[in-house]
Protein backbone atom coordinates (compact mmCIF):
# COMPACT_ATOMS: atom_id res chain seq x y z
CA UNK A 1 0.00 0.00 0.00
CA UNK A 2 3.17 2.44 0.42
CA UNK A 3 3.45 5.28 2.84
CA UNK A 4 0.22 7.28 4.03
CA UNK A 5 -0.79 10.40 2.22
CA UNK A 6 0.35 13.40 4.51
CA UNK A 7 -2.21 15.98 3.72
CA UNK A 8 -1.43 19.68 4.07
CA UNK A 9 2.08 21.45 3.54
CA UNK A 10 4.78 20.29 1.16
CA UNK A 11 8.37 19.73 2.80
CA UNK A 12 11.38 21.01 1.13
CA UNK A 13 14.12 18.32 1.35
CA UNK A 14 17.83 19.30 1.69
CA UNK A 15 20.55 16.29 0.94
CA UNK A 16 23.83 17.97 1.48
CA UNK A 17 26.40 15.90 3.55
CA UNK A 18 28.18 19.34 4.52
CA UNK A 19 26.33 20.42 7.57
CA UNK A 20 27.46 23.76 7.04
CA UNK A 21 26.11 24.59 3.57
CA UNK A 22 23.15 22.44 4.80
CA UNK A 23 22.25 24.71 7.56
CA UNK A 24 22.65 27.93 5.10
CA UNK A 25 20.55 26.79 2.80
CA UNK A 26 18.16 25.75 5.45
CA UNK A 27 18.42 29.90 6.90
CA UNK A 28 17.38 30.66 3.05
CA UNK A 29 14.55 29.10 3.12
CA UNK A 30 13.45 30.18 6.23
CA UNK A 31 13.76 33.13 5.36
CA UNK A 32 12.01 32.35 2.53
CA UNK A 33 8.49 31.53 4.48
CA UNK A 34 9.21 27.43 3.73
CA UNK A 35 9.57 26.35 7.51
CA UNK A 36 8.61 22.87 6.16
CA UNK A 37 12.15 21.71 5.49
CA UNK A 38 13.72 18.68 6.29
CA UNK A 39 17.81 17.48 5.61
CA UNK A 40 19.90 14.43 5.02
CA UNK A 41 22.64 13.49 3.99
CA UNK A 42 22.84 10.36 1.64
CA UNK A 43 20.59 9.14 -1.14
CA UNK A 44 19.26 6.41 1.15
CA UNK A 45 17.59 8.88 3.59
CA UNK A 46 16.64 10.74 0.60
CA UNK A 47 14.53 7.91 -0.55
CA UNK A 48 13.48 6.89 3.18
CA UNK A 49 12.33 11.04 3.19
CA UNK A 50 10.89 11.53 -0.01
CA UNK A 51 8.43 8.44 0.59
CA UNK A 52 7.50 9.55 3.94
CA UNK A 53 6.85 13.20 3.92
CA UNK A 54 5.03 15.01 0.99
CA UNK A 55 7.96 16.72 -0.68
CA UNK A 56 7.37 19.97 -2.83
CA UNK A 57 11.10 20.09 -3.90
CA UNK A 58 14.39 18.69 -3.35
CA UNK A 59 17.58 21.04 -3.07
CA UNK A 60 20.79 18.15 -3.72
CA UNK A 61 24.08 18.53 -3.86
CA UNK A 62 25.35 16.14 -6.21
CA UNK A 63 28.70 14.37 -4.71
CA UNK A 64 27.49 12.89 -1.33
CA UNK A 65 29.35 11.33 1.19
CA UNK A 66 28.97 7.61 0.85
CA UNK A 67 28.70 5.26 -1.69
CA UNK A 68 26.42 7.06 -3.38
CA UNK A 69 25.91 10.26 -5.32
CA UNK A 70 22.81 12.79 -5.74
CA UNK A 71 22.70 11.91 -8.99
CA UNK A 72 22.09 8.02 -7.57
CA UNK A 73 19.47 9.78 -5.05
CA UNK A 74 17.55 11.24 -8.04
CA UNK A 75 17.00 8.11 -9.72
CA UNK A 76 15.77 6.24 -6.54
CA UNK A 77 13.14 9.15 -6.36
CA UNK A 78 12.34 9.13 -9.50
CA UNK A 79 12.12 5.25 -10.03
CA UNK A 80 9.98 5.23 -6.50
CA UNK A 81 6.07 4.61 -6.84
CA UNK A 82 5.40 6.55 -4.09
CA UNK A 83 7.17 9.97 -5.14
CA UNK A 84 6.29 12.00 -7.86
CA UNK A 85 7.87 11.79 -11.06
CA UNK A 86 7.60 15.10 -11.06
CA UNK A 87 9.13 16.25 -8.28
CA UNK A 88 11.27 19.17 -9.02
CA UNK A 89 14.88 19.05 -8.31
CA UNK A 90 17.74 21.30 -8.05
CA UNK A 91 21.21 19.88 -8.25
CA UNK A 92 23.29 22.35 -6.13
CA UNK A 93 26.95 21.55 -7.07
CA UNK A 94 30.72 22.51 -6.84
CA UNK A 95 31.22 20.90 -9.44
CA UNK A 96 32.72 22.68 -13.07
CA UNK A 97 29.82 23.11 -15.11
CA UNK A 98 31.33 20.62 -17.69
CA UNK A 99 31.34 17.84 -14.79
CA UNK A 100 28.40 18.66 -13.86
CA UNK A 101 26.97 18.20 -16.89
CA UNK A 102 28.56 14.88 -17.47
CA UNK A 103 26.39 13.97 -14.27
CA UNK A 104 23.08 15.08 -14.06
CA UNK A 105 20.15 13.75 -16.42
CA UNK A 106 19.47 15.52 -19.81
CA UNK A 107 15.45 16.35 -20.73
CA UNK A 108 13.63 16.26 -17.36
CA UNK A 109 12.31 19.67 -16.94
CA UNK A 110 11.73 19.58 -13.37
CA UNK A 111 15.95 19.16 -12.97
CA UNK A 112 17.87 22.47 -12.47
CA UNK A 113 21.58 23.05 -11.86
CA UNK A 114 23.04 25.58 -9.60
CA UNK A 115 26.78 25.90 -8.54
CA UNK A 116 28.18 26.42 -5.58
CA UNK A 117 29.21 28.97 -3.75
CA UNK A 118 25.57 29.08 -4.28
CA UNK A 119 23.65 32.46 -5.21
CA UNK A 120 20.46 33.12 -4.01
CA UNK A 121 18.93 35.16 -6.16
CA UNK A 122 19.64 32.51 -8.64
CA UNK A 123 18.11 29.60 -6.06
CA UNK A 124 15.42 31.81 -5.75
CA UNK A 125 14.63 32.19 -9.41
CA UNK A 126 15.47 28.28 -9.86
CA UNK A 127 12.41 27.17 -7.20
CA UNK A 128 9.99 29.84 -8.80
CA UNK A 129 10.64 28.24 -12.44
CA UNK A 130 9.37 24.83 -10.99
CA UNK A 131 7.12 25.31 -8.22
CA UNK A 132 5.43 28.44 -9.25
CA UNK A 133 4.81 30.67 -6.57
CA UNK A 134 3.37 27.77 -4.78
CA UNK A 135 6.30 27.35 -2.27
CA UNK A 136 7.86 30.72 -2.05
CA UNK A 137 5.85 34.02 -0.04
Do not use: N
Not at 30 to 57: D, N, R
Not at 78 to 84: E, F, H, L, M
Not at 85 to 114: M, N, Y
Amino acid sequence: AGPPARAGRKFVLIVEDDRQIASMLGDFLQGEGLSWQTECSSAAEALIQAEALTVGLVLMDIMLSGDKTGVDAYRMLRDSPYVSRSLPVIFITALTPEQAREKIPEGDLCVRLLHKPIDFEELKRAIRALTGSSLLK
